[in-house]
């Protein structure tokens, strides 16, 4: 049976203070998901069915691609794990459609996943004047491109992240949160603890999350840090 798109179950998160959206699409489950849970979930994908991680990681960019396609500049900022591939996958496609798009890379490049080298090459081939690195020289050009953009993706960290954010990573979520008019996290914002919904230090605050597979705990239990909420299908087996 063919997956059915176009009829999303919708659940409003709706406390006094706090109001978002929550719309599940090819998901048939509100349950959320901890860090472990979501971690199993991606392993048994790849190492019981034998669905390459990248598959899967080209899957999500899609699923983010869907729910920002009506706008036209972008900044991606992202780091080198698999998270940041995610952005990658994200800005191919978003170059692809004629989006004005930027992306920024925060952290080593050489010392990043085998999926984010392999969307880094891709890129590079494709549009090699898109990419940046940021450091202490250019962070005054990455303020200015977030500032400017019309819709900021955080794929810095994802679900995996158990540490507090410190250094360049923590300078970069704070510029999105001061000077980003509208960010979109990809799985989790980052810097938000997966499980108990704790700032590691600093957080995103984003306007929208794009999850995947299953909401995530944290995000129930903190939603002011991911906004309106998108949990998409990805074809990880149940």
Known sequence: MPLDFENEIEYVYDPEEFHREVV???????????????????????????????????????????????????????????????????????????????????????????????????????????????????????ESAIKGCETCIDAIFGTGLNRPVDGMHKRVIEAMNNFATHVVSVDIPSGLDCDTGEELGVAVRAAKTVTFHRMKKGLDISPQYGGDVTVSYIGIPN
Not at 61 to 89: H, I, P, Q, W
Not at 99 to 106: A, E, S, T
């Open 24 to 142: 599940y699409v090819g998901v048939n489950s509100p349950e959320a998901f901890s860090r472990k849970e979501a971690r199993e979930a991606d392993k048994r994908a790849i190492e019981t069915f034998g669905i390459p991680s990248i598959l899967l990681m080209e899957a999500a960019a899609v699923a983010v691609v869907r729910e920002v396609k009506e706008y036209m500049v972008f900044a991606v900022v992202c780091s080198t794990g698999s998270n940041g591939g995610d952005g990658l996958a994200i800005a191919r496609h978003l170059c692809i459609m004629g989006k004005d798009v930027r992306v920024y890379i925060v952290g080593d490049p050489k010392k990043s996943s085998d999926d984010f080298k392999t969307n880094l090459k891709i890129m590079s081939k494709l549009a090699p004047e898109v990419l940046n690195t940021v450091n202490d020289e250019n962070f005054n050009d990455f």
